[in-house]
């Protein structure tokens, strides 16, 4: 039997949250012995982080080799090994390669996998750490014609970084980016998937928006070239993860010289994939004159044969290696249940990030998205709330779970977006005011109550600070009206 090797704090998990977590740790108890059980030979590092305002925070995710790591801090062992099982009664955990650790405190950081459309099938790929952006490079390399599934973050950022290549995508929705959006400021992102410079318009003063949503099974197809600089053409009725910024290192080019070809397949979902075998008597096989080596058949009636599918439709939490045996309790979305200690339900065992499910009483203002500054920021409590249990000492609610917060960027517009943005929760009981400058900004504020509660704030608006105290103060702004956004009022200054 191996012998047990022991630590007083272990961390699983080489991503943002896990080293988050034992940078935290190994800084507050530089004399206790860490240990970091990653399955592969680098890490996630955040790199050049800036707090912005009260709760939101810019920063960028470097991968690292691991030694950088062990180098800054003595105390720390990093194992590379992926964990076998977990036996939380006798505080062991065993790795793949037969290794056995003891911990005093466990914290489980083990990130979240793409929730592919289906298994072991070549022509579909999930994208979610660097070997699969590796993957997916290599193939568009290649590729005239892709599918891109999926309405969330990875989706939305490669229809738009995509060259080369035609991009059928398929939504479920009746607009895109329906995870951050509503339809208001997918109408104003829109065309941006067009080359065409968009006209600037002087905003209205009487905040108000329209949208034009697609009927069902109908598409939209945004076509940008550079050689021609034309407009595209238009609507038409024939149908551990990476970081923020993972795009950006990377050459995202197929093999077709049109710069950029989206057509967009509104309220859809894949009814069946298609092999080469399969598509004897399917359409999609001449439909260009040439056979494809696989077809998405939609539910909207319409078949696309191309070269390969990415399956963007979400991420399943990776609790599996550490479930059996156990007593876990887990959440409706198979996340790992985590108290407002970041505790589990069984004793000394901790997680965070993308694998646990936040299940105390939130703040009306907050709510869970698996996103990098959310993974960060429950890297970084939980570290605490571990130190705060060893030295008995009690820790109070970090002040980032009051007030959803976050900065990213889509369709190269800044995006931020602040608590209730969507009005999640709210049902009706609730009011928008929007400013829309074509090609510039979108603004958006959710009222409740006279109060704002949520806002959008796509382009360079310099309001993020200025909404933020705001919605934590919840002032009531009942006798401001629409006046709110009025262009010609310097709200930075009025509420000063």
Same mark, same amino acid.
């Given at each position: 039997?191996?012998?047990?090797?022991?630590?007083?704090?272990?961390?699983?998990?080489?991503?943002?949250?896990?080293? &988050?977590?034992?940078?935290?740790?190994?800084?507050?108890?530089?004399?206790?012995?860490?240990?970091?059980?990653?399955?592969?030979?680098?890490?996630?590092?955040?790199?050049?982080?800036?707090?912005?305002?009260?709760?939101?925070?810019?920063?960028?995710?470097?991968?690292?080799?691991?030694?950088?790591?062990?180098? !800054?801090?003595?105390?720390?062992?990093?194992?590379?090994?992926?964990? @076998?099982?977990?036996?939380?009664? /006798?505080?062991?955990?065993?790795?793949?390669?037969?290794?056995?650790?003891?911990?005093?405190?466990?914290?489980?950081?083990?990130?979240?996998?793409?929730?592919?459309?289906?298994?072991?099938?070549?022509?579909?790929?999930?994208?979610?750490?660097? =070997?699969?952006?590796?993957?997916?490079?290599?193939?568009?390399?290649?590729?005239?014609?892709?599918?891109?599934?999926?309405?969330?973050?990875?989706?939305?950022?490669?229809?738009?970084?995509?060259?080369?290549?035609?991009?059928?995508?398929?939504?479920?929705?009746?607009?895109?980016?329906?995870?951050?959006?509503?339809?208001?400021?997918?109408?104003?992102?829109?065309?941006?998937? =067009?080359?065409?410079?968009?006209?600037?318009?002087?905003?209205?003063?009487?905040?108000?928006?329209?949208?034009?949503?697609?009927?069902?099974?109908?598409?939209?197809?945004?076509?940008?070239?550079?050689?021609?600089?034309?407009?595209?053409?238009?609507?038409?009725?024939?149908?551990?993860?990476?970081?923020?910024?993972?795009?950006?290192?990377?050459?995202?080019?197929?093999?077709?010289?049109?710069?950029?070809?989206?057509?967009?397949?509104?309220?859809?979902?894949?009814?069946?994939?298609? /092999?080469?075998?399969?598509?004897?008597?399917?359409?999609?096989?001449?439909?260009?004159?040439?056979?494809?080596?696989?077809?998405?058949?939609?539910?909207?009636?319409?078949?696309?044969?191309?070269?390969?599918?990415?399956?963007? &439709?979400?991420?399943?939490?990776?609790?599996?290696?550490?479930?059996?045996?156990?007593?876990?309790?887990?959440?409706?979305?198979?996340?790992?249940?985590?108290?407002?200690?970041?505790?589990?339900?069984?004793?000394?065992?901790?997680?965070?990030?993308?694998?646990?499910?936040?299940?105390?009483?939130?703040?009306?203002?907050?709510? @869970?998205?698996?996103?990098?500054?959310?993974?960060?920021?429950?890297?970084?409590?939980?570290?605490?709330?571990?130190?705060?249990?060893?030295?008995?000492?009690?820790?109070?609610?970090?002040?980032?779970?009051?007030?959803?917060?976050?900065?990213?960027?889509?369709?190269?517009?800044?995006?931020?977006?602040?608590?209730?943005?969507?009005?999640?929760?709210?049902?009706?009981?609730?009011?928008?005011?929007?400013?829309?400058? !074509?090609?510039?900004?979108?603004?958006?504020?959710?009222?409740?109550?006279?109060?704002?509660?949520?806002?959008?704030?796509?382009?360079?608006?310099?309001?993020?600070?200025?909404?933020?105290?705001?919605?934590?103060? @919840?002032?009531?702004?009942?006798?401001?009206?629409?006046?709110?956004?009025?262009?010609?009022?310097?709200?930075?200054?009025?509420?000063?």
């Amino acid at each position: 039997m191996a012998a047990r090797e022991k630590f007083s704090f272990v961390v699983v998990g080489g991503g943002i949250a896990g080293v &988050t977590c034992v940078e935290q740790l190994s800084s507050q108890l530089p004399s206790a012995d860490l240990a970091l059980i990653t399955a592969g030979q680098h890490v996630k590092t955040v790199t050049n982080y800036k707090q912005v305002s009260k709760t939101l925070e810019e920063f960028n995710v470097e991968e690292q080799a691991s030694s950088v790591l062990e180098n !800054k801090y003595p105390n720390l062992t990093i194992v590379h090994s992926a964990v @076998q099982s977990l036996h939380t009664q /006798s505080h062991t955990l065993e790795t793949v390669d037969g290794r056995i650790f003891h911990y005093e405190k466990l914290c489980i950081c083990s990130g979240a996998r793409p929730k592919l459309l289906t298994v072991n099938n070549p022509n579909v790929l999930g994208i979610r750490d660097t =070997d699969s952006a590796q993957e997916f490079q290599k193939r568009l390399s290649e590729a005239r014609r892709i599918v891109v599934v999926g309405n969330g973050g990875i989706a939305l950022e490669l229809v738009f970084e995509v060259e080369g290549c035609e991009v059928i995508w398929a939504v479920k929705d009746k607009a895109i980016g329906n995870t951050f959006f509503d339809a208001g400021a997918a109408q104003f992102l829109i065309p941006s998937l =067009d080359a065409s410079k968009p006209e600037t318009l002087i905003p209205c003063k009487r905040p108000r928006y329209t949208t034009e949503e697609a009927s069902v099974g109908a598409s939209h197809t945004f076509t940008a070239d550079r050689n021609l600089r034309g407009r595209g053409s238009g609507p038409t009725e024939s149908g551990s993860a990476l970081g923020p910024d993972w795009h950006e290192g990377i050459i995202l080019k197929g093999a077709q010289e049109v710069s950029r070809r989206v057509s967009v397949e509104y309220e859809c979902e894949v009814e069946k994939i298609i /092999s080469t075998d399969e598509q004897l008597n399917c359409a999609a096989q001449t439909e260009t004159g040439r056979s494809w080596p696989v077809s998405v058949q939609l539910t909207n009636g319409k078949t696309f044969g191309c070269d390969f599918v990415v399956s963007a &439709t979400g991420v399943i939490p990776n609790t599996d290696p550490f479930l059996h045996g156990n007593n876990f309790l887990l959440a409706d979305d198979g996340g790992l249940r985590v108290d407002d200690h970041m505790m589990t339900s069984e004793p000394d065992v901790f997680a965070a990030g993308d694998v646990c499910t936040a299940c105390w009483e939130h703040s009306p203002l907050w709510q @869970q998205m698996r996103l990098w500054t959310q993974a960060r920021q429950m890297g970084w409590y939980a570290a605490h709330c571990m130190v705060a249990q060893v030295q008995h000492e009690p820790i109070e609610l970090d002040f980032c779970f009051e007030l959803f917060a976050h900065i990213t960027k889509f369709f190269n517009y800044k995006v931020v977006l602040l608590g209730k943005f969507n009005g999640q929760g709210l049902g009706s009981d609730h009011e928008l005011l929007v400013r829309c400058t !074509k090609g510039q900004e979108y603004v958006k504020v959710v009222l409740h109550g006279g109060r704002m509660v949520g806002a959008v704030l796509i382009g360079e608006t310099d309001l993020e600070e200025t909404f933020e105290n705001l919605i934590l103060n @919840q002032m009531d702004l009942t006798p401001y009206g629409e006046d709110l956004l009025n262009p010609d009022v310097d709200i930075e200054d009025y509420f000063d």
